[in-house]
């Protein structure tokens, strides 16, 4: 299970967990809040539309309450 954690280096939003739900994570973090000091698995950097039109091999969602 993925969830949202504050970076202790720059303090935006990151993720922490498996690995396999980080695109769920990073869907729930406002634009321009995610954090760049570690890399966002199964997610397309932004501005790159090749990567975003494939998508992840496998979806997952995960709600954190």
């Given amino acids: ?9 720059c303090g935006k939003s990151t993720w922490a967990g498996c690995g ?5 994570v990073h869907r ?6 995610h954090c760049a000091c570690r890399d966002w698995p199964g997610v ?7 990567a975003a039109a494939e998508g992840p091999s496998s979806t997952s969602i995960c709600t954190i309450l």
């Avoid at 396999?20 to 769920?24: E, L």
């Avoid at 397309?44 to 090749?50: F, N, R, Y």
């Fill in 44 to 50: 397309a950097p932004a501005g790159d539309k090749a």
């Fill in 28 to 33: 729930q973090i406002p634009q321009g809040q």
């Fill in 1 to 9: 299970m993925c969830y949202q954690v504050k970076c202790g280096s």
């Fill in 20 to 24: 396999r739900h980080v695109a769920s």
